[in-house]
Every structure is written in structure tokens, then in C-alpha cells.
């Protein structure tokens, strides 16, 4: 079982928006503003596409964008492509003892 | 370019000890937290653990006991052993950075399967 909750499957069509949702507790997504989102195609290692719950990394399209409401962090891909269907994994910083608590994954699907 | 490569045996024996290595190459060792981040089939991520480029070790409580990571500076390579393998310790092991972002894995080996099985 993971520590953040995420749910299993999101879709939507070309040029759609679709929001994933991480929830945490107040020990991690909650207590930090180190929430950080993975994009993962098959067989490809992670890419980091969101950082300190909002922040892109230098060269991720503006389409993709973050936020967090209590112990829940969201991540919204706007205006959809085909290249965006991959699994997308969340995760927050917990502490000093524990630097990153991931998600189970959502498997982003574009109809 | 910052590159990240893992290195290690592919099969090992249950109760046994899994050894990886990752050659971090095209950037500096310094100021960086060094991780292994692991990947069980068809499952989610799982942080392992990290090494200061100073050598200050952090460690999920859930493998502490069985999870050790160390470093040659000289040879930019990090190094994970994790002990008394189980079956449900099969996974595709990545090699991580942890600082280019704050608090953020910025920079990602390509993995290595490990299966444990006799």
C-alpha cells in the first residue's frame, strides 16, 4: 500500500484537461511544499515534470501545471496530446528521515 | 549532460544480498543527494534511500535495517546492498538525483531488473 493516494486511471480527449489528484496526510503532502510529479512512459524511468508542488522544470510545457489544497496535491495536463498518455506518479517530501513517499500511480489514458 | 548508469547482477539467490552500483558521469558528485528508487513489477515507486555527496545516509524505515548505500567520490559511483532478499524484492532498480530541484528526483538512471528467485 502506498503512502499517498492516488487514483488507479484518468482520461480524456485531445486537447481536454484532466486533474490527477495525491492525497497525503499532514505528516507529508500536508505538512511541506515539496510535492513533486513523475511522468513514466512503458519501460522508460521516470521524468520529473512538477517540483515544490507548482514549479516546472526547465523545459516541461506550461500545459502541465500543479497545486495543493490541505493534504491534497493535484496535477492538471491541459490541452491533452497524445505523447501526455503515461503513468504519473506524485510525491512529498515526509521529513528529514523521509525524503520521498510516492504514490501508487495513475495511468493517464488520452481517448 | 548529467548521465546516471546502474551496474549489478540481474539475478540474485533468496536470504541473499543485492549489490548495485551507479556511475554518475558529464556533471559533479557535489551538492547533491545521491538515491535509489525502486520499481516492483507493474507497481508503484518506492524511495530506498539516499547518500550526501558528504556521505550522510538517509533511509526509508520500512528497509533501513536491510538497506545500506555508500559512495567513492573518486570514482563518482554510488553504491546500494540490501540484504536477505526476498522474492518481493524484485524490481526495476533506479539510480537518482535529489537536489537539482529542490527536494525533487531530477535526474534518473534508465534501471536495472533485479529478480530474486533460486
Known amino acids: 500500500q502506498s503512502a499517498l493516494t492516488q487514483p488507479p486511471s484518468a482520461s480524456g480527449s485531445p486537447g481536454q484537461s484532466v486533474t490527477i489528484s495525491c492525497t497525503g496526510t499532514s505528516s507529508d503532502v500536508g505538512g511541506y511544499n515539496y510535492v513533486s510529479w513523475y511522468q513514466q512512459h512503458p519501460g522508460k524511468a521516470p521524468k520529473l515534470m512538477i517540483f515544490e508542488v507548482s514549479q516546472r522544470p526547465s523545459g516541461v510545457p506550461d500545459r502541465f501545471s500543479g497545486s495543493k489544497s490541505g493534504n491534497t496535491a493535484s496535477l492538471t495536463v491541459s490541452g491533452l496530446q497524445a505523447e501526455d498518455e503515461a503513468d504519473y506518479y506524485c510525491s512529498s517530501y515526509a521529513g528529514s528521515n523521509n525524503f520521498g513517499v510516492f504514490g501508487g500511480g495513475t495511468k493517464l489514458t488520452v481517448l | 549532460q548529467l548521465q546516471l548508469q546502474e551496474s549489478g547482477p540481474g539475478l540474485v539467490k533468496p536470504s541473499e544480498t543485492l549489490s548495485l552500483t551507479c556511475t554518475v558521469s558529464?556533471?559533479?558528485?557535489?551538492?547533491?543527494?545521491w538515491s535509489w528508487i525502486r520499481q516492483p513489477p507493474g507497481k508503484g515507486l518506492e524511495w530506498i534511500g539516499s547518500?550526501?555527496?558528504?556521505?550522510?545516509?538517509y533511509y526509508n524505515p520500512s528497509l533501513k535495517s536491510r538497506a545500506t548505500i555508500s559512495q567513492d567520490t573518486s570514482k563518482k559511483q554510488f553504491s546500494l546492498k540490501l540484504t536477505s532478499v526476498t522474492a518481493a524484492d524484485t524490481a526495476v532498480y533506479y539510480c537518482a538525483r535529489r537536489g537539482g530541484y529542490p527536494h525533487a528526483f531530477d535526474m534518473w538512471g534508465q534501471g536495472t531488473m533485479v529478480t530474486v528467485s533460486s
Open positions: 558529464g556533471g559533479s558528485i557535489s551538492s547533491y543527494f
Open positions: 547518500i550526501y555527496y558528504s556521505g550522510s545516509t
